[in-house]
């Protein structure tokens, strides 16, 4: 049984959809904590995905369905808060009259430097609980470690230059050190030993090659990484089968949050959450790596059970028959946390 110390996962992750006013200033509440990393999609229109973090600071934006570099821009996100974000007068995330999808992170504030790799980072900010944490630093050209403060190993590094227009190299577990993906691109795995030296990120630190990607000497990075955490989060691989109905995926919790994508072969990545309108038991199309409106003429179906996901489609996207998938899952709630000395056990939807 996945018995879960996080008895209420919204206090770490939480999906938060608002109506844009187009005014500077507009104040979003009801997230239920103030966000360290929150990633944006207007929903109608073909616009970019806006990320921003603390660590970088609320102004500075970068898009994961783009190779551009980081922009300082004082109209898209200006503030974090303490229960949600402020923006500004932006058609990318404030048009009038538009919905708007924000997934947030919680990890801690802008943090401190890590000294645990051969790179001093110069921030690193860590929600250890939740096992998500996000670190700045600045490449040296050469084989080196970074750390990342989450006491276990990440199943997943995402890695942007802020400096460049390099994509966003993408380890996972299930990928493995010698290979990585691009959140920018549907393009299957590639293999390069220049992205993460052949080697497996530690207890402490993640390791980086010499691709300008992820370690141009004197050019600075960004890096969420994700660490697996029972009845919380999943970080794994699946095979599809081809079904209408097809294979059902283990995570332990009620999912949240889900993010797919094809690693044999080339494919969008799916990106769902549980707040959007027909969440269940299919999933309107997000792709992180264009700038598509969300569509809602052919959804991937993903069906949220209480206990992990069932592909309900054969589209390849997300279950082509012999292909296998990498993805990650944020719960809504545990199967069963800890709360005392008794188990509380989800709810079926």
Known sequence: ?????????SVNFNTKLYT??????????????????????????????IMTDAVRGATKTINSNTTNAEITNTEHLQSFNSDGFTVGQSNALNQNGISNVSWNWKANGQGSSNTDGSINTTYTSVNTTAGFSISSYTGTGSNATVGHGLGVAPKMVIVKNRNGTQGWGV??????????????????????????????????VFSIGTSGWVNNSGENYIAYCFAEKKGYSK?????????????????????????????????????ADNTRVGFNPWNYRLQPQDNNAEYQGSAIYSDFLSNGFNLRNSDTDTNGSGRTYMYIAIAE????????????PATAR
Do not use: C
């Open 1 to 9: 049984m996945a018995y879960s110390a996080i008895v209420k996962p």
């Open 20 to 49: 844009g006013n187009y005014s500077s200033g507009h104040a979003i509440t009801g997230v239920g904590f103030q966000p360290d990393f929150t990633w944006i999609k207007d929903r109608s229109d073909t616009s970019y995905y």
């Open 171 to 204: 380890y996972h577990s299930s990928v493995g050190a010698g290979n990585y993906l691009q959140l920018n691109d549907n393009a299957a795995e590639a293999t390069a030993s220049t992205f993460w030296n052949n080697t497996t990120p530690t207890n402490q």
């Open 235 to 271: 970080i794994s691989s699946y095979t599809g089968d081809g079904n209408a109905n097809g294979p059902f995926v283990y995570t332990g919790f009620k999912p949240a949050f889900l993010l797919i994508k094809s690693f044999s072969n080339s494919g969008n990545w799916h990106l």
């Open 333 to 344: 709630e545990p199967l069963v946390a800890n709360s005392g000395t008794d188990g509380v």
